[in-house]
């Protein structure tokens, strides 16, 4: 028996080695493929991450918005991917080789003839005219995607025909149409089939333009130059209606009082107004809206704040009425008013004078109206303090609502499409941040014309187009690039917002016969979107110099 258990020992004490060692190889291995993953993991887009949208929009001091407003933001940027169209809107299917081969193929056998009998006059009502031209668009213009086409229709000269078509930018990600007509010149081939000669550029094709709605109108002057007044058709910025008395009262509606959001930047109206909306969305109610802005002096000519800026100037009213249950905060009042003046009963409101009311506690009120008042001292009336705190868990900025406005993407459209798509852009901030040389010590001098010459030529190939966004007042401060590319800035298209111009028209018989400044702000979106469409983007604190974006020791 000793024998038996003087040599069990010994087995025992190997067993229990063995197992320690593979524990803390199993450790050891566990450790490694835990480092390995760490080094080698790649974090999401942050535009992807609310978590993210929310840092890159709360860098707030003292309740105050602090962050730069030379680049803006809004629902159509923030998406990953191209959003769907409401119903009944036209669908999104690109023209494609494939199916211009469908085309073709539906087309009669036409037998080839051995000389072309003249080749100096063209039939523009073949159908082979059209299929050569989209073709030539598609392998032309790769960013665009083509929608549809209109009939080809004669142009000056009997070779040429002039074609409209609908389409969108590929680096859009709205579901929104422009427009385009171009001239084209054709001629034969070997084999008496079309060809494309010349393409003329931007909107070059008018006989094929399609007429625009106009509307009656009056010139306040025999010697004013203002065109007749002209609407998009695909522009519906009309005001919902509630209805009936009976409407009103079965709604259920979100209702914030003006708050001290009201002139500051607009990014942080954006903020605060997002989390309303989204209140309303969370609460299923209808969001009362006030169509008024007060935009802010950073983006005025008088260098003050300025009051009665309407929503429709700046964002896609007729999106946000798809996307989002709203009505207008002035037909909302008076069928308010009209109700408690005609009816016994009374409409029910709960008025909620503190931002600290969870909206989770509203959930089950079933009040027609809560009303949320701001009547607190800066920062505490402050509309986005409403979403801070636990309720961030629960109530999500509708992002997808927001887009910028369509009269202002046609602007967009212009710009780029006279640059034929093919351009490059640098993003080139100054003003306050050039003076501040606490917080910028180096961005005055690198962002001189000389610098500006220096770092480009080693970036952006000579004599491309190159589209200048900035907020540098003086003009022909950029001069000295015009030695080395073809520089296009904003100022260059004023046409398209002076008084002859379809913005001019559409937004000053939206203002109720005013015309409307053309704004800082307007200047930013414009800017903002015309940089996305650039095949090449240099940005001012990535390239042009190593200052941080936020100012010293913020990178």
């Not at 009056?218 to 522009?235: C, F, G, N, Q, Y």
């Not at 800035?489 to 015309?515: C, I, V």
């Amino acid at each position: 028996m000793k024998e038996l258990n003087s040599t069990s020992d010994p087995i025992g004490q190997n067993l229990i080695k063995v197992i320690s060692n593979v524990c803390f190889s199993v450790f050891v291995f566990s450790v490694l493929i835990f480092t390995v993953v760490a080094i080698t993991y790649q974090p999401p887009d942050p535009w992807e991450s609310s978590r993210a949208l929310t840092r890159v929009f709360t860098q707030v001091e003292n309740a105050t918005f602090k962050i730069d407003n030379s680049v803006l933001k809004t629902g159509e940027d923030v998406a990953t991917t191209p959003m769907s169209a409401p119903a009944g809107a036209f669908p999104l299917v690109p023209i494609t080789e494939a199916t211009i081969e469908k085309s073709e193929e539906k087309l009669p056998n036409v037998t080839l003839k051995s000389g072309c009998e003249d080749v100096t006059v063209v039939n523009c009502s073949d159908p082979r005219i059209l299929i050569t031209i989209q073709r030539f668009n598609l392998k032309t213009f790769k960013s665009i995607a083509f929608l549809d086409y209109r009939a080809p229709v004669n142009g000056s000269k009997p070779t040429e025909c002039d074609v409209a078509w609908r389409f969108r930018n590929k680096k859009e990600r709205s579901w929104r149409k422009y427009r385009d007509f171009r001239r084209f010149r054709i001629g034969f081939t070997d084999d008496c089939s079309y060809k494309v000669v010349h393409a003329g550029r931007w909107h070059s094709g008018v006989n094929a333009r399609r007429p625009r709605l106009r509307v009656n109108s009056t010139r306040t002057s025999p010697k004013a130059k203002i065109a007749p007044p002209v609407l998009d058709e695909e522009i519906n910025d009309t005001i919902p209606i509630l209805g009936p008395d009976s409407a009103f009262k079965n709604g259920r509606y979100l209702y914030y009082s003006r708050g001290g959001d009201y002139c500051k930047g607009m990014n942080q109206y954006l903020w605060s107004f997002l989390c309303a909306l989204g209140e309303a969305q969370y609460l299923n109610r209808t969001f009362v809206m006030d169509l008024s802005i007060c935009l802010a002096a950073s983006h005025t000519r008088s260098h003050k704040d300025e009051e009665g800026k309407d929503f429709r100037f700046y964002f896609d009213f007729e999106h946000l009425k798809e996307t989002a249950s709203i009505v207008e905060e002035g037909d909302f009042l008076k069928d308010w008013k009209k109700w408690d003046k005609t009816h016994k009963k009374k409409i029910s409101v709960r008025k909620v004078k503190d931002y600290k009311v969870s909206p989770l506690e509203l959930t089950k009120d079933m009040s027609t109206i809560i009303w949320r008042q701001f009547d607190a001292p800066e920062p505490e009336n402050y509309w986005y303090r409403v979403c801070e705190g636990p309720s961030a868990k629960y109530i999500q900025r509708p992002w997808q609502a927001l887009w910028k406005s369509k009269r202002l993407m046609n602007i967009v459209t212009e710009i780029s499409g006279s640059m034929d798509w093919d351009f490059d852009a640098v993003h080139v901030i100054r003003g306050e941040k050039a003076q501040n040389k606490k917080l910028w010590p180096h961005l005055d001098a690198d962002t001189s014309p000389d610098a500006l010459v220096a770092k480009l030529q080693g970036i952006i190939t000579p004599w491309r187009n190159l589209y200048v966004a900035t907020n540098e007042p003086f003009y022909n401060y950029f001069d000295k690039l015009r030695s080395h590319y073809k520089v296009h800035l904003l100022d260059d298209y004023n046409y398209l917002w002076s008084n002859t111009s379809e913005w001019y028209n559409e937004t000053t018989q939206l203002n109720n016969g005013r015309p409307v400044e053309f704004d800082g702000y307007m200047r930013v979106e414009v800017d903002t979107e015309v940089l996305v469409r650039a095949k090449s983007r240099v940005e001012t604190f990535y390239n042009l110099t190593k200052d941080c974006k936020d100012g010293i020791n913020t990178c």
